[in-house]
């Protein structure tokens, strides 16, 4: 059987996860001047605020969503759509941040994809 520490430490990732969202956010809004969807600098912002909520947040969440241990036993159907749902969110969250970092780079006729 699993200790109470285990859902004490997925409380703890969790509250880190959204501690992580909220730091970007902040950092975004009040050291970046803010969040705008018109090309300007503010649509750049948007980017590290989807991608740390999408592929960090949402995918690591999938993935102790599929390895809980009220998921080996009972009906599996449940844990798997919410798995499935959580790397959906994350999917559109991390595409919607690129098309904002896009979107930026082409209304600012900077290259895409350099180094």
């Known amino acids: 059987m699993v200790s109470g520490r ?4 997925c409380l703890l990732l969790g509250s880190l996860g959204s501690m992580c969202i909220l730091f970007t956010i902040y ?7 803010g969040f705008a969807w018109n090309g300007s600098i503010y ?3 948007w980017h590290p605020v989807l ?3 999408g592929m960090v947040v949402f995918y690591g969440g999938a993935s102790l969503v599929y390895r809980l241990p009220q998921s080996w036993v009972g009906p599996k159907l449940p844990w798997k759509l919410l798995h499935a749902a959580l790397h959906l969110m994350a999917f ?4 919607v941040g690129l098309v904002a970092v ?3 780079h082409n209304h600012g006729r900077i290259a895409n994809l350099y180094s």
């Open 51 to 53: 991608m740390v909520a």
């Open 102 to 104: 896009f979107t930026f």
């Open 27 to 33: 950092w975004m809004q009040y050291w970046r001047g």
């Open 43 to 45: 649509m750049f912002n």
């Open 92 to 95: 559109v969250l991390t595409v």
């Open 6 to 9: 285990f859902y004490l430490s």
